[in-house]
């Protein structure tokens, strides 16, 4: 094992660790998981017959993982679908209870993406506030940055459309508000999930530039994406999660390649 | 220099631990070197209180972002506000006014049914958020942090705003009926406070328990109406128990039945005709320390589980 120590560390030796995941397992409980019809009578029908499929089912999604993370260090992870990745990132956020093991970290992780607190049925106005207040700035911050929120988002260019519900707009003006307000705020460890850069060719590039300069402020940064060119772009070191377990952990380059190998591509 | 893909933590360990001084320490000891705090673990009380207090304008706009989306898909938008509370009472009113006839001896039946009903529907709604607040919003819980009393507290304080609204119906059914503006009118400002601390402390109770069990949901209305038909909402318990052989403990049980308390200290402040003969005794006493013990047992009750909010 000692060898590949080295391959994680770098020039300087004060190296300080801002997350911290030990040996950290995560269970989903999903109630109703009864399987075929949802109806009444199934459901009566499973309870009669004593099969066991109703009721709780539960998921590992996550299953002692374990990693240091550092100080300017830009962290990818990667994985099949329904590896972990995202759950990963919830449990380093504190925001999934860990079933086993702990999560240390400096500061609040915060997740990038605002899109729960919004709602539908009010004006992109209101969501602006609304969604900054959620992200817990100060009501004088958000007075603050709402024009360049707005300004960012392009909402208003086809005239006044962030007096009307978020319910009318288009999805891709919708994701475009919202990853406007999510993106104005400064975070201290932060993690991306997947594909944020949404929306027409303008605004994917405005959105690419902001998350490099979020991520520039930002002391760690995770990323969460299949794409393994904006990986390879932006990250230096790559986790690499199967079925909840923590498969590789180096260099980039190394993970990657593997990662492509394992994948056949 | 090769990373090996070996499923183990073992191997995590190993390869992501500094060759530096902090060689050998384990990763709890690690994190306590750096000052690393453990992510999502639930703070001290003080400091709950302090991040909720920093929270309050989240804890506003969510509840009146909540109370205008409600009806913002109707024709009428927030007319319903106030029509809602009205055909309310007007139900009532048809049901135990005319048909069942409950009103026999009670002055002023109308302003009486309707302030109860307003106010025990204020307790109730509470109670339905509440138990939904957490169980109900769970995407919000697993997106972002906030401390989670947010959501019961904005739940109820926008159950409060509604109120408001139906305080406003029940002022113009008052003066339609005769009843003229006095002073005592003002006594239904401590009772509103007193009766929001006691709703907002039993639906961070109803949270908890919701977001472990869901299907309370489906049983609390059950439970909800129970407890309306026994605390006098649209018949006087006096006039109802007066022929009949009760044994005293039931007296004052009822007497104590928080929702009485309050709906009666409404009726007294609002209906000249409504005495203070008719008041159960001590209520000012018993109205100020339900909200007291629901209110603290309840905050507590809900910060205790604070980290654990969220799980599935």
């Known amino acids: 094992m000692a060898e590949q120590e080295g391959a994680v560390q770098t020039a300087d030796t004060t190296r300080v660790p801002t997350v911290i995941a030990d040996d950290l397992h995560i269970v989903y409980r999903v109630y109703g998981t009864g399987a075929g019809k949802g109806s009444a009578t199934a459901a009566l029908n499973r309870i009669i017959r004593r099969k066991p499929s109703t009721g709780v089912r539960e998921v590992h999604a996550v299953k002692g993982v374990s990693f240091t993370a550092y100080r300017g260090e830009s962290i990818g992870l990667i994985g099949s679908n329904g590896s972990g990745k995202s759950t990963l990132l919830k449990a380093v956020a504190g925001l999934l209870p860990a079933e086993r093991g702990k999560v240390y970290s400096h500061g609040q992780p915060s997740l990038l993406g605002v899109n729960a607190a919004l709602m539908n049925d009010l004006t992109g106005e209101k969501n602006v506030i609304l969604g900054g207040l959620a992200m817990g700035m100060s009501r004088e911050q958000v007075h603050e940055r709402y024009q360049s929120i707005v300004d960012f988002s392009g909402i208003n260019e086809k005239g006044d459309f962030i007096s009307l519900p978020m319910r009318t707009y288009s999805s891709g003006m919708g994701a475009r508000l919202r990853f406007s307000i999510a993106a104005a705020k400064d975070h201290d460890v932060l993690m991306i999930d997947e594909a944020l850069a949404t929306g027409d060719r303008s605004f994917q590039k405005r959105s690419e530039a902001r998350i490099r300069e979020l991520r520039k402020e930002a002391g760690t940064v995770f990323l969460v994406s299949h794409n393994n060119k904006s990986i390879r772009d932006t990250c230096d070191r790559v986790l690499w999660l199967e079925k909840g377990e923590l498969l590789m952990d180096g260099p980039t380059d190394e993970v990657i390649k593997a990662y492509e190998k394992e994948t056949g591509k | ?312």
């Open chain 2, 1 to 312: 220099m090769s990373t090996v893909s070996e499923t183990t933590h073992d191997s995590a360990v190993a390869m992501s631990a500094p060759p530096t001084s902090d060689d050998g320490l384990s990763r709890a000891e690690l994190a306590r070197k750096y000052g690393l705090t453990q992510s999502g673990a639930r703070p001290s009380l003080p400091e709950y209180v302090r991040q909720l207090w920093d929270r309050r304008h989240f804890i506003s706009a969510f509840s009146s972002a909540k109370l205008t989306a409600q009806y913002s898909q109707a024709k009428l938008g927030q007319v319903w506000q106030v029509v809602t509370p009205l055909l309310n009472a007007l139900v009532y009113y048809l049901i135990f006014g005319l048909l069942i006839g409950t009103s026999r001896g009670v002055e002023d039946y109308v302003p009486f049914l309707v302030t109860g009903v307003f106010i025990f529907t204020f307790t109730q709604s509470s109670v339905m958020a509440g138990t939904r607040a957490i169980s109900g919003n769970l995407g919000l819980v697993r997106a972002l942090h906030f401390p989670r009393a947010c959501l019961p507290i904005s739940f109820c304080l926008m159950q409060l705003q509604q109120l408001l609204f139906s305080m406003g119906v029940l002022v113009l059914i008052l003066l339609g009926y005769g009843q003229v503006p006095t002073w005592s009118w003002l006594l239904a400002i401590p009772a509103l406070v007193l009766q929001f601390v006691f709703n907002t402390g039993l639906a961070m109770v109803m949270a908890r328990l919701g977001s472990k069990t869901p299907d309370l949901a489906q049983l609390m209305p059950f439970i909800m109406r129970t407890w309306m038909y026994a605390s006098g909402v649209m018949f006087s318990i006096d006039v109802i128990l007066k022929e009949k052989a009760v044994p005293a403990f039931v007296h004052v049980l009822l007497d104590c039945n928080p929702a009485v308390v309050f709906i009666d200290l409404m009726r007294f402040a609002l209906i000249d005709s409504f005495t203070s003969d008719k008041l159960p005794p001590h209520v000012w006493p018993l109205a100020v320390g339900w909200a007291l013990v629901m209110g603290i047992a309840g905050f507590v009750y809900f910060w205790k589980a604070e980290e654990r909010y969220g799980r599935g």
